[in-house]
C-alpha cells in the first residue's frame, strides 16, 4: 500500500495525465483496469497505478515525457494478445499502462505506391478490410488479427502462416513513427523501398518489445491481391518426408506456395476430439500431415491442376501416403480449421508446456527425431504436441503432461524440459523464440543461448535509447 507522500505525489502525478489525455482515459480503479493487467494467457497478472489511454502521437509524447521525469516505468500495451508476458505490468502498482487502442485510424492508403499508413492502434484484421477495399492485399494473417494491433505486431515482429511468402511483420513494414522514452517523436513515416542514409533505426524498434521507445504509427506494404487460391491436406509417413513435399512444390510452385503448415498425428487427434464440427480427410489418420497453399494473382492459373499433378507424383515415388484437394471455399475453411484448432483443442485437453522455436529447415526432421528421443529419456510418458510453420522452419513444439501426472508435478518440470528442448535448439543453431517474442517468459533464459557480445550490444542499446528504464522494464532484458 501506498504511503501517505506516495499517495500525494500519485494523485499529483495522475492530475498531470489526466490533463494530458482527460480524465475519463486515466482508468485508476482496479474494476476498470481488469483487462489490462493480465496477459492473454492467463500467465501473469500485475498491478498497475493507472491505465492511460492517449489519443494520439502528440498525447503520447507527453505522457512518456511526464513519465520520464517522474521516473515511473511504462508497459505499452495494444491489442494485449501476446503469448510471452511481454505487455503485462509487474505486482508493485508503480507501473503505467500506455494503452494504445485509442490510435486506430487509417491514415492513408496509397495504391499507386502500394503502401497503406496506419496508427499503431489500428486492429489487423481492420487494416486487412482497408487494403482489400483498395483493391489490395495485407498479408500479415494471424489467429489473434480480430484482436490484435498493429503496433504490437511490429513491437514483437509477429510471424503467422503466410510468413513463407511474405515474410514476418519486419518484412511488412517501409515506415515508422516512435515515440522516445523522453517524449520526443522520431518520424520516419517514409513509404520508400529505398534509403540508403545510414543506420536503419526502423528496423532497431521492431521486435524490441516497447523497451527502445513506442511505436505510434507505420507505413506498411500492400501486395497485389490474390485471384485464385489452392489448398490441399497431405497424408506423410514421416516428418522427412514433409521436408522432401516442401523442396519438391517450392521448386515446381516457386513464389507460388503461400503456407505449408505440419502437424503430428497426435496434434490431428487431439482436434478431432475437442473441436466440434472437425473431421479427418483421411480414413486413417496419418503420422504426419501437411496443409499447403497455392496462390496467384493471375485468375486463369491452373494451380489446382500443378498442385494436383505434383502431389500425384509424390504418391507414386511413395513420398505422401494420400492427399486431399479442396473443391470449395468451404472445403478449404475445413482444412484450414484442423490446423487452426490445435490451440483450441490443447486447452481443452489440459495442461501443456510450450515452446516456440525457430531452426534452420533442412535441419527440422533431425531436430524432432532427437528432441523427442532426448525429452522421451529425460520425462517419460509425455505427449508430444508438434505443429508449426514448417516452410519457415518455425515448429510449436509442445508437450502434455504424462497420464499419471498431476498439473503441479507436471509444470514443475518446466525449467528442466526447457533446458532439454532448447539446449538442442541451440545446438542445432536456432532460436528459443520464432514468432512469439521474450517478454517475461523466456527473459531469464535468453543469455544462456544468445551471444555474450549480442546481449552486452542490446544492453548498450537499451542505455542509449532508454537511460532511465522506464520503457517495459523487466521485459526482454533483465534489468
Not at 503485462?88 to 503502401?115: A, C, F, H, K, M
Not at 513494414?173 to 526502423?202: C, F, S
Not at 483443442?345 to 526432421?365: C, E, F, M, N
Not at 542505455?463 to 528504464?469: A, H, I, K, T, V
Request: glycine share 10%; charged share 20%; hydrophobic share 45%.
Amino acid at each position: 500500500m501506498a504511503s501517505e507522500a506516495e499517495a500525494m505525489t500519485d494523485t499529483a502525478f495522475l492530475t498531470q495525465l489526466a490533463d494530458i489525455v482527460g480524465t475519463a482515459h486515466v482508468l485508476t480503479k482496479a474494476a476498470a483496469q481488469d483487462a489490462y493487467v493480465v496477459d492473454w494467457m492467463k500467465k501473469y497478472r500485475g498491478r498497475a497505478l493507472a491505465v492511460v489511454r492517449p489519443a494520439d502521437t502528440a498525447q503520447v509524447s507527453a505522457v512518456l515525457r511526464c513519465c520520464n521525469d517522474a521516473r515511473v516505468s511504462v508497459i505499452p500495451q495494444g491489442g494485449n494478445t501476446g503469448m510471452a508476458g511481454g505487455a503485462t505490468p509487474d505486482d508493485s502498482g508503480r507501473q503505467v499502462i500506455l494503452s494504445l487502442g485509442r490510435l486506430n485510424r487509417i491514415r492513408e492508403v496509397d495504391p499507386v505506391g502500394n503502401t497503406i499508413t496506419v496508427d499503431a492502434g489500428c486492429i489487423l484484421a481492420n487494416i486487412q478490410a482497408a487494403a482489400r477495399e483498395a483493391g489490395r492485399f495485407f498479408p500479415l494473417s494471424l489467429g489473434a488479427e480480430g484482436s490484435c494491433t498493429i503496433g504490437g505486431n511490429l513491437a514483437t515482429n509477429a510471424g503467422g502462416i503466410a510468413v513463407l511468402r511474405y515474410g514476418n511483420t519486419r518484412e511488412q513494414a517501409l515506415g515508422l513513427e516512435v515515440v522516445l522514452a523522453d517524449g520526443r517523436i522520431w518520424d520516419g513515416l517514409q513509404g520508400l523501398r529505398k534509403d540508403n542514409t545510414g543506420y536503419d533505426l526502423r528496423d532497431l524498434f521492431i521486435g524490441s518489445e516497447g523497451t527502445l521507445g513506442v511505436i505510434t504509427a507505420a507505413v506498411l506494404k500492400l501486395q497485389a491481391a490474390p485471384a485464385v487460391r489452392v489448398t490441399a491436406m497431405i497424408a506423410l509417413p514421416d516428418q522427412d518426408a514433409a521436408l522432401k513435399l516442401f523442396v519438391g512444390l517450392g521448386a515446381r510452385a516457386g513464389d507460388r506456395l503461400t503456407a505449408f503448415e505440419f502437424m503430428t498425428r497426435s496434434c490431428l487427434d487431439l482436434v478431432l476430439q475437442h473441436v466440434a464440427g472437425t473431421a479427418s480427410p483421411f480414413a486413417v489418420v496419418p503420422p504426419a500431415v501437411v496443409l499447403t497453399e497455392l496462390s496467384d494473382t493471375d485468375a486463369a492459373a491452373d494451380l489446382a491442376g500443378l498442385l494436383e499433378t505434383i502431389l500425384g507424383d509424390a504418391i507414386t515415388a511413395g513420398e505422401a501416403e494420400d492427399a486431399v484437394i479442396a473443391q470449395s471455399g468451404e472445403q478449404a475453411k475445413a482444412l484450414w480449421r484442423l490446423r487452426e484448432g490445435i490451440s483450441e483443442a490443447q486447452v481443452r485437453a489440459g495442461k501443456t508446456i510450450k515452446h516456440d522455436i525457430a531452426l534452420p529447415i533442412g535441419r527440422l526432421a533431425a531436430f524432432m527425431r532427437d528432441c523427442e528421443t532426448a525429452v522421451e529419456a529425460a520425462f517419460p510418458g509425455l505427449r508430444f504436441l508438434v505443429f508449426g510453420h514448417l516452410g519457415d522452419g518455425n515448429l510449436h513444439y509442445n508437450l502434455q503432461r504424462a497420464p499419471q501426472m498431476t498439473d503441479d508435478e507436471f509444470y514443475a518440470l518446466t525449467g528442466p524440459l526447457n533446458a532439454v528442448v532448447h539446449d538442442l535448439v541451440h545446438r542445432y543453431r536456432g532460436s528459443i523464440s520464432a514468432e512469439h517474442g521474450v517478454g517475461q517468459l523466456r527473459r531469464d533464459e535468453l543469455p544462456r543461448y544468445k551471444p555474450p557480445v549480442a546481449m552486452q550490444i542490446m544492453h548498450d542499446l537499451k542505455r542509449l535509447f532508454d537511460s532511465r528504464n522506464i520503457l517495459n522494464p523487466g521485459k526482454l532484458l533483465q534489468s
